[in-house]
């Protein structure tokens, strides 16, 4: 099967209209190993901050409306909170960074989003210093969708590299990750080169690209916020990002071996033109 074609502005589905807030895979299972319970570490240190009871969870008053549809791009949300240039929301679909992944870019009320930051539980959003915004205030949200499209194809991309070299390599230890619009990166600590491996990880990773196959994401705690994303066969992994729809949305995927420092290893992750 051929790669999904990807378009620079739109998914390679047409998205759903933004929610008014008013194929067999036996075949992979005898080739990939299925794993529960990887993450990056700072997915893990995101997890730490889930609410512990029922008052905390009352506390977490931004809806991630990214979860429900990753593919909005718009909506409409109430001002709930202003710290000075700080501003939170009741409602929204502009993603903050977590996870390794940068957050979205973007307006709210047709100012440019200068932040976005995780605090606890809430989303707070950087606003220039006469932004104007009112507590009680409707405002609209809308952010840049060809650099979401981006981070959502690398974000999976780069699950999937690691799933491979984790299974390839027992006992590597994972110390850092980000993922950017243009590439993403995954440093481990390991004892010698694996440049060798690579090749294998990019054709197992085409492999599941190639089968376009769905991905479900959900929620395995939704009072804690907590999220997993899964492909039959191939893994189930906490992750509370935002993730396409089906693997062949990713594309080719370009691995890179780099060496951060003694000890350390670094592999870059980038998509084919």
């Not at 993603?95 to 047709?110: H, N, V």
């Not at 491979?164 to 619009?181: D, K, N, Q, S, T």
């Not at 294998?200 to 492999?207: G, I, K, L, Q, T």
Request: charged share 25%; proline share 6%; net charge negative.
């Amino acid at each position: 099967m051929a790669y999904l074609r990807i378009p620079e502005q739109t998914p390679t589905r047409n998205p759903p209209a933004i929610p008014q807030f008013s194929r067999e895979t036996n075949h992979l299972k005898s080739k990939y190993q299925t794993f529960e319970g990887r993450r990056f570490p700072e997915t893990q240190q995101a997890t730490d901050t889930s609410p512990r009871n029922a008052e905390e969870s009352e506390a977490m008053r931004t809806e991630r409306l990214y979860w429900a549809d990753p593919y909005a791009t718009r909506s409409d949300a109430c001002v709930v909170a202003i710290e000075g240039n700080e501003v939170e929301l009741d409602r929204t679909v502009f993603f903050a960074f977590s996870g390794g992944q940068e957050s979205d870019c973007g307006t709210i009320a047709g100012l440019a989003v200068q932040g976005a930051a995780l605090d606890g539980q809430r989303i707070l959003y950087t606003l220039p210093d006469d932004h104007g915004l009112t507590l009680g205030q409707t405002v609209v949200v809308e952010i840049d969708w060809s650099r979401r499209y981006a981070l959502m194809r690398l974000h999976f991309a780069a699950e999937l590299v690691l799933e491979m070299i984790c299974a390839a390599l027992p006992g590597v230890e994972r110390i850092g990750a980000h993922i950017a619009p243009d590439k993403a990166r995954i440093d481990f600590v390991w004892h010698e080169s694996i440049s060798s491996l690579l090749p294998s990880v990019e054709e197992r990773v085409d492999d599941i690209v190639r089968a376009d196959l769905p991905i479900r994401s959900t929620f395995s705690d939704p009072i804690a916020g907590r999220r997993y994303w899964e492909v039959d066969g191939v893994a189930r992994v906490p992750c509370g990002g935002t993730h396409v729809r089906r693997t062949g949305e990713v594309g080719r995927v370009l691995l890179k071996r780099q060496n951060p420092g003694k000890g350390k290893e670094r592999v870059e992750i980038r998509l084919a033109p």
